[in-house]
């Protein structure tokens, strides 16, 4: 039995020893995949821009504001999926050169989180942002871009993608005058025009006579944007409120340059307009 038994032992060890080497061998390989993986990630730095990055807990903020205006600020809007439009917003622009985003990246969350506003309550606005705030938080009788869901998701956040991992540049995003085609710009752009086109009766704008350069201007997102997306159908007036600093220079009025041209660009498009200096 001995004798029989020996070879027999031998053969077991040798194999015993063949299967622990290729294991080692198998885990060496697998080490070395994932870590010269992790290398590439390393040596493939984020893209750097000039703007601010992304806002720190994006999700929590754009999850926390869409569920807070869906509850309190319009419950109306009650069955929206909020989980949904923060996926599909994701969706927009993770993993994405972010100065490459086209209208088609968002359409999909324009679909899911954008809602009609009553007629006559339409308030567009440019260079007032601090005062029409204040006006349409008091008086609820306008709502502007910023009081709808998608405006008051994304007021004031700033985000981006970058086409390695991690997926998103919290360091920093693409300026307007780096690319135009940035998350931030599309959106506010996409979001603006889908706001101008379902405007109907009475829209208020609220312009700033006190801008050196002239109360309208025509490379604002109003005055690129928003009056070419009225709907001369549905809108019978844009009703111009012309507001100066109190005791601060006054420089435009209703009858001023920038204003004639705005006026011009309405009627030419069958808008009807009005204006009145500081609207109280
Ligand atoms: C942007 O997208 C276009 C088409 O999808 C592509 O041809 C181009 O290379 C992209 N540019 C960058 C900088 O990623
Ligand atoms: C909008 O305002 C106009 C003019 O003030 C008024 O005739 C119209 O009935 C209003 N429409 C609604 C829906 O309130
Ligand atoms: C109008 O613009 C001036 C200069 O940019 C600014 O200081 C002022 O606060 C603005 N006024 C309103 C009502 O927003
Ligand atoms: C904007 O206005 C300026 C002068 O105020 C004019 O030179 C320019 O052509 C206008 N741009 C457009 C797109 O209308």
New binding site residues.
């Given amino acids: 039995m001995p004798f029989q038994n020996r070879p027999s032992r031998t053969r077991c060890c040798i194999v015993l020893l063949v299967g622990i080497m290729s294991l080692l061998v198998i885990i060496l390989v697998v080490l070395a995949v994932v870590f010269a993986h992790e290398r590439k990630e390393i040596s493939m730095p984020l893209l750097q821009w000039k703007g601010r990055g992304t806002t720190r807990n994006l999700e929590q903020v754009i999850l926390g504001r869409c569920y807070n205006y869906v509850t309190t600020v319009n419950p109306q809007l009650r069955d929206k999926d909020c989980q949904k439009i923060w996926e599909t917003m994701q969706n927009a622009f993770i993993y994405?050169?972010p100065?490459?985003i086209?209208e088609e990246d968002y359409q999909p969350l324009l679909d899911l989180a954008s809602h009609s506003v009553p007629c006559n309550k339409s308030l567009f606005w440019s260079k007032t942002n601090d005062l029409v705030h204040r006006y349409t938080k008091t008086s609820h009788n306008f709502l502007t871009l910023e009081d709808t869901l998608l405006g008051y998701m994304a007021d004031g956040v700033s985000w981006c993608g970058n086409?390695s991992s991690p997926g998103i540049n919290y360091e920093s995003c693409p300026k307007w005058n780096e690319c135009e085609n940035n998350p931030n710009s599309v959106y506010w752009k996409m979001a603006s025009k889908m706001f101008a086109e379902r405007a109907c009766g009475v829209v208020q704008v609220m312009l700033n006579g006190s801008v050196d350069a002239g109360a309208f201007r025509n490379n604002s997102i109003f005055g690129s944007v928003e009056i070419f997306h009225l709907d001369p159908n549905k809108v019978s007036t844009v009703q111009i409120w012309l507001m100066q600093n109190i005791g601060g220079p006054q420089s435009e009025s209703c009858t001023g340059r920038s204003i004639t041209s705005l006026k011009n660009i309405l009627e030419e498009r069958t808008l009807s307009v009005s204006c009145e200096d500081n609207y109280r």
């Fill in positions: 994405k050169n100065c490459n086209t086409p």
